[in-house]
C-alpha cells in the first residue's frame, strides 16, 4: 500500500477560462511542488489533448497513465448537461472516469454522437443526468460517475440555480449507480452533513483546477492509501476502504460561499439575504444565492453532526495564499511571494509537508516568525477568511486572525 494524494478534477488547455501553458510537464512539476502524486487528465475527450495523452503518456496494465519521469494520471474529464426536467432547465456538470483507453476512446465516441468535442475541453450537451449514466454503463460497468461541485449555483446538482434537492431527483433509478459526490471549494465535508439524504454517498474533494500553479492545483485533494491501480481507487470511492481523508480550503475562501452581486460589489450570509427577500440593494435583482445558503435550505440537521463513517478531513488555505496575505502582497505570482515560496520547498520537498508536518522550529529557520506562526494557524484551522461570493474568490485576513486568536479560541468553522 501507499499514501496516495489525488486531485482528480482538473482541466486541460483545450477548456476555456484555462491557462495556455498547461501541459503535463508544467502539470507533473507543480504537483511535485505541491505534494501530489496523482492526477486526473483533464478533457480526454477534446480531440487535441487525446492526442497528447496518447503521445506524452503510457499507459500500464493497471489503467493509470505515466510520464516518462514516473508521475501517473488518471484518464478523467468533465461534461456539462443541460436539458429540461420537470418544466425547470437543469444544468449539472459531471466527472467521467475511465478504467482504460480502450474504453476512453468508447466514450469519445458516445459523447461525440451527441454533440461537438472540440470546442471546449467541458463539452455541453442536451443529454439528461439519468440518460447518460445509463448510456455510459452500458458501455462499462467500470465508468465512474461523480456530480462534480454539487452545492455551486450554476452547474451543482444541488445548485441553488438550476439543481435538484436530492441525488435520486436527478438521476431516477440510476442513482444506483451513483457511490460519490464532490463538495467543491465553497462547502466542506461537516456543512454536508447537516444533509442526512446524502450520508450514504463517499466526499470527494478536488481542486477543478484550470491552472498548473500550486495556488490552484492541489487546493482540494484526496488521500488513499491503496495500491495505484484504477480498480483500488474506485473503489476506495465506493466503499470508503482505503480512503483515509479529504484536504479541503475553508468553504469562505471559495467563489460561491455567500450570496450576492459580483458586478454589485455586494455579499452577505444568509440570513441578511432573507431580510433582503434575496434581492440585491444595489442593482434591485436577484441575488446569486451562494452555497451556504442553500445547504440550509436543504438541511434536516444541526452543523456539527457527524456521521459514523464520515471520511476526515483537513482545512489548508494554500501556501502562496498565506504567503502574500502575511506581507500584503495582491499577486500571488509575485517576485517575494515565489521567492519565500520557493525557499521552503527547497528546504522540505512540498507544499503539503510545509501546511501539515513541518515543525514551527523548523520553519521559523527558513522564514520569519510572522509567517512561520501564520502557517501553524492554517494547520489548525484558525484563519480568518472573507467570503467569496458570486464568482469572487474569498480572501485570508492577516490582522484579523492574529486579533481573532489571541482574543478568544475559535469554537467551529462557523465563527468566522
Known amino acids: 500500500m501507499v499514501k496516495i494524494i489525488a486531485d482528480l478534477q482538473i482541466h486541460s488547455k483545450y477548456a476555456r477560462a484555462t491557462s495556455k501553458d498547461l501541459s503535463f510537464e508544467n502539470l507533473e512539476k507543480y504537483a511535485r511542488m505541491k505534494g501530489i502524486n496523482l492526477l486526473g487528465t483533464g478533457d480526454f475527450q477534446h480531440p487535441e489533448h487525446f492526442k497528447e495523452i496518447k503521445k506524452k503518456l503510457k499507459e500500464d496494465d493497471k489503467g493509470i497513465l505515466w510520464t516518462k519521469t514516473g508521475f501517473p494520471f488518471l484518464w478523467q474529464t468533465e461534461v456539462s448537461l443541460m436539458y429540461k426536467q420537470h418544466e425547470k432547465r437543469r444544468a449539472v456538470h459531471l466527472l467521467i472516469f475511465s478504467p482504460n483507453g480502450k474504453v476512453a476512446e468508447k466514450i469519445i465516441s458516445y459523447l461525440g454522437s451527441k454533440g461537438r468535442l472540440d470546442y471546449d475541453g467541458r463539452p455541453i450537451f442536451g443529454v439528461s443526468a439519468k440518460d447518460l449514466v445509463k448510456d455510459l454503463k452500458l458501455i462499462d460497468g467500470k465508468i465512474e460517475i461523480i456530480p462534480a461541485h454539487c452545492l455551486t449555483p450554476w452547474f451543482g446538482l444541488f445548485g441553488s440555480k438550476s439543481g435538484f434537492d436530492s441525488v435520486e431527483e436527478c438521476f431516477k433509478e440510476k442513482s444506483k449507480f451513483i457511490h460519490a459526490i464532490e463538495t467543491g471549494l465553497s462547502s466542506s465535508p461537516d456543512m454536508n452533513w447537516m444533509i442526512s439524504k446524502i450520508d450514504k454517498y463517499t466526499l470527494v474533494s478536488n481542486s477543478d483546477s484550470h491552472s498548473f500553479w500550486p495556488w490552484r492545483l492541489g487546493r482540494e485533494a484526496n488521500v488513499f492509501d491503496i495500491e495505484l491501480k484504477y480498480s483500488e481507487i474506485i473503489n476506495a470511492i465506493r466503499t470508503k476502504k482505503g480512503f483515509i481523508e479529504t484536504i479541503e480550503v475553508d468553504p469562505n475562501y471559495g467563489i460561491y460561499h455567500y450570496d450576492g452581486h459580483r458586478d454589485c460589489n455586494f455579499s452577505c450570509d444568509p440570513e441578511k439575504s432573507r431580510e433582503l427577500n434575496n434581492i440585491c440593494p444595489v442593482c434591485k435583482k436577484p441575488l446569486t444565492i451562494g452555497v451556504l445558503n442553500r445547504i440550509n435550505e436543504l438541511a434536516?440537521?444541526?452543523?456539527?453532526?457527524?456521521?459514523?463513517?464520515?471520511?476526515?478531513?483537513?482545512?489548508?488555505?494554500?501556501?502562496?495564499?498565506?504567503?502574500?496575505?502575511?506581507?500584503?502582497?495582491?499577486?500571488?505570482?509575485?517576485?517575494?511571494?515565489?521567492?519565500?515560496?520557493?525557499?521552503?520547498?527547497?528546504?522540505?520537498?512540498?507544499?503539503?509537508?510545509?501546511?501539515?508536518?513541518?515543525?514551527?522550529?523548523?520553519?521559523?529557520?527558513?522564514?520569519?516568525?510572522?509567517?512561520?506562526?501564520?502557517?501553524?494557524?492554517?494547520?489548525?484551522?484558525?484563519?480568518?477568511?472573507?467570503?467569496?461570493?458570486?464568482?469572487?474568490?474569498?480572501?485570508?485576513?492577516?490582522?484579523?486572525?492574529?486579533?481573532?486568536?489571541?482574543?478568544?479560541?475559535q469554537k467551529s468553522l462557523t465563527d468566522f
Open 300 to 409: 434536516d440537521r444541526e452543523y456539527g453532526f457527524k456521521p459514523k463513517d464520515a471520511i476526515p478531513f483537513k482545512i489548508l488555505i494554500p501556501l502562496s495564499e498565506l504567503i502574500a496575505t502575511t506581507y500584503n502582497i495582491n499577486q500571488l505570482y509575485s517576485k517575494k511571494v515565489w521567492d519565500v515560496y520557493n525557499k521552503l520547498i527547497a528546504a522540505f520537498g512540498n507544499e503539503f509537508n510545509v501546511l501539515m508536518h513541518v515543525e514551527l522550529d523548523n520553519l521559523k529557520k527558513i522564514v520569519d516568525e510572522k509567517l512561520a506562526n501564520f502557517i501553524m494557524l492554517n494547520r489548525e484551522g484558525k484563519i480568518k477568511v472573507k467570503p467569496g461570493f458570486d464568482g469572487v474568490y474569498g480572501k485570508p485576513i492577516f490582522e484579523e486572525t492574529i486579533k481573532l486568536n489571541q482574543n478568544k479560541k
